[in-house]
């Protein structure tokens, strides 16, 4: 039986690793009525122009399949998070908006999510996360 080389070890612990992390995270943004992928979402918009972008674009950058962030939208939209927004130059093109509540929303969140992110990397120092955002960035 062949055994877990490091390579392997290191990706099952970064999957416990994400786990981890995300369920912290997701219930300190729960007091916000979101989760963290919705969280990101936010994050996405509140830096394109105009506060928009592709539908397709917005699933790439967040990892998610596009009926995927479909149906992750939809709710948002509902509470009035984001609004669909047609392309003026191509009437095919599906367009996402953060709305001034979605905003609003994610600014309180994003404060929630600092403390949240010190809280959990309290242990690891800066040069620590510049190491492993180097590694990180060379597998993405």
Do not use: C, W, Y
């Not at 099952?12 to 992928?37: E, Y």
């Not at 009926?67 to 509902?78: D, W």
């Not at 003026?88 to 929303?105: F, I, Y």
């Amino acid at each position: 039986m062949k055994s877990i080389t490091p390579p392997m070890k290191f990706v099952m612990d970064l999957s416990r690793l994400q786990a981890k992390l995300l369920k912290s995270v997701d219930s300190q943004l729960s007091v916000h009525g979101i989760n963290f992928t919705e969280f990101m979402v936010m994050h996405q918009l509140s830096r394109a122009p105009g506060f928009s972008m592709r539908r397709i674009e917005l699933a790439e950058r967040i990892g998610l399949s596009a009926s995927g962030v479909t149906r992750l939208l939809l709710p948002m939209e509902k509470i009035g998070l984001i609004s669909k927004e047609q392309n003026l130059r191509d009437a095919r093109v599906s367009m996402v908006k953060l709305t001034d509540a979605g905003m609003r929303l994610f600014e309180d969140a994003l404060v929630t999510f600092d403390h949240s992110t010190d809280s959990l990397m309290r242990t690891v120092d800066n040069r620590q996360v510049e190491q492993f955002l180097k590694l990180a960035e060379s597998l993405l």
